[in-house]
């Protein structure tokens, strides 16, 4: 018997104008597996205030680590 997976990468994000936090899973692809938002340009939403915005790596966080 065998055992299946699958990778799910979880993203944490957190608000600069009201602190609030969540999270957002992605299933990476073989070709990408930075945070991506599908199509063109588009913004995430904080679902605590509403505030939109471009989405970026948190600075000070090494991901070669």
């Not at 993203?11 to 990408?32: E, F, I, Q």
């Amino acid at each position: 018997m065998n055992h299946e997976y699958t990778i799910e990468i979880l993203y944490h994000l957190t608000c600069t104008r009201c602190k609030g936090w969540w999270s957002h899973a992605h299933t990476p692809t073989m070709n990408n597996d930075e945070f991506q938002v599908d199509g063109p340009k588009k913004l995430m939403f904080c679902p605590h205030c509403g505030e939109d915005g471009d989405v970026k790596i948190k600075k000070g966080f090494n991901v070669d680590a």
